[in-house]
């Protein structure tokens, strides 16, 4: 599913934006976790697991897409090692928890980073790029000023 979750993902991004492709990708991991927490059968765990994976999928391309975007040329090679190497340590460390603590736990474990980034996510701005592909320039710039101060000299067009 994280595949078909990727595809997907492309081209939500261009319609919606990378944050709300995110939010969404978000809600898709917590109502499977959800599900998976409460499921009774085996048919209820797949589902739970089924909209994990599209979710994990969905945020894919706009979290590479913003990391590009928004880091500065000469960081974004390590900005890009550490999005892999972040996603490769958690699931390590899910795997370690996993043999310590109960699923329940587990669980509870998995869904809170999402649940804290969508509780963050109203201060955080949109992606300049897709803003300016939109027609929002002056939104773009200001998004950039948050984003790099206003010291940053900012060209949209």
């Avoid at 040329?73 to 310590?100: D, E, H, K, M, P």
């Avoid at 790029?129 to 900012?154: F, H, N, S």
């Amino acid at each position: 599913m994280m595949m078909i979750g990727t595809i997907l993902g492309g081209f939500l991004t261009e319609r919606i934006g990378c944050l709300w492709s995110i939010r969404l990708s978000l809600l898709l991991e917590i109502f499977g976790w959800v599900a998976t927490l409460w499921a009774s059968t085996f048919g209820h765990l797949m589902i739970g697991r089924v909209l994990t994976g599209l979710g994990a999928g969905l945020a894919t391309p706009a979290a590479y897409l913003v990391l590009s975007e928004l880091s500065l040329i000469r960081y974004r090679g390590i900005f890009a090692t550490l999005n892999s190497f972040s996603n490769n340590f958690a699931w390590l460390i899910g795997l370690v928890l996993g043999r310590f603590c109960s699923l329940n736990t587990l669980i509870y474990t998995y869904a809170l980073p999402g649940a804290l980034f969508l509780v963050m996510s109203p201060f955080l701005p949109e992606s300049p790029l897709w803003l300016t592909k939109r027609g929002k320039d002056e939104e773009a710039v200001k998004a950039l000023e948050i984003i790099r101060g206003r010291e940053y000299p900012v060209q949209v067009n």
